[in-house]
């Protein structure tokens, strides 16, 4: 059986470098390259560390590509630095220099290449905003065709959002945050024909980084990428932190760990509760994830970075 193609497309948060490692570990797939969007980082520091775990899992042939596109609400600062923080984690620093290549066209005409020049559809793993998704589809629609499904880590449906209203004044804390640095992006993919898998809120918020997750995978550090993954870990854990992007990507080689359910949904982009993916009949049909075996799933992670 071929491997499933996947491009991946993040955006630098500290859920990202781990759903990159986890991505790479996977035998279903055939990573064709990841793209970083400059939303829940500060891009420099992001590309370099996303490099560098490339490096350490011996992917150097996987590229890796710059998206320069911008959002409309900036992530906070004290979730950006943690790209700076994570580039200089020492297991990541060992070498001169970095083998895994940077290429040298924005992230977004790489996607536009990439699905292109692939010999069949595409799956896009999404784990930040859908702005470079959109720029691509912008440059050149035809590419549409090339992409099989979209595999999107965002929105909230019927829970509340995690924008908090103390954060970003006067909203009224029913958006997600992917959705919320670029609501015009996810309206603009919600108006092609693209298949799309919502990986929400609803299911994240069953799913939490707990300090006994945490130890767990300390038993194990003698591996690296479990080292990397329990210090990445251990410095979001005093945040309320979930697997979000993690569970996002797990969801690509063991889609039989979740039940999935379509809903209706409209995009808010303007106001109070932009950013909002409102469930709404007559609206665009999306599948999302409604319910995951969670032991299943840490099980598999934890197996998956034992090396
Ligand atoms: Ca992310």
Known sequence: ?????????????????????????????????????????????????????????????????????????????????????????????????????????????????????????????????????????????????????????????????????????????SAEWNAYWDPIAVERVWQTNIPIVLCSLDVTNNVPVTSAFVQRIGKQRRYPLSDLAGQCYALVIPQDFYFWDVLATAYLAHPEFYQLREWETVIVTSGLSQGRTKVEPGGRLIKAMEKVDTERFYEYILQQWKR
């Open 1 to 173: 059986m071929s491997k499933q193609l996947v491009l991946m497309d993040c955006d630098g948060g500290v859920d990202d470098y781990l759903s990159v490692m986890l991505l790479m570990t996977m035998t279903q797939v055939q990573p064709i390259g990841v793209i970083v969007t400059p939303a829940d980082c500060y891009i420099e520091p992001a590309v370099s560390a996303t490099r560098k775990i490339l490096d350490l899992m011996g992917c150097h042939d996987v590229p890796v590509a710059e998206s320069t596109v911008r959002g409309i609400n900036p992530f906070p600062r004290l979730y950006r630095r943690d790209s700076f923080i994570v580039d200089h984690l020492p297991i990541l620093n060992e070498n001169e220099t970095i083998k895994t290549p940077k290429v040298s066209e924005s992230g977004q005409n790489f996607m536009v290449r990439s699905l292109q020049q692939a010999p069949e559809p595409v799956t896009l793993l999404v784990t930040g905003p859908l702005t470079t998704v959109a720029s691509a589809i912008e440059i050149s629609p035809e590419i549409e065709a090339k992409i099989k499904q979209i595999i999107w880590m965002g929105g909230a449906l019927n829970v509340p959002g995690n924008v908090e209203r103390s954060l970003e004044a006067g909203q009224d804390g």
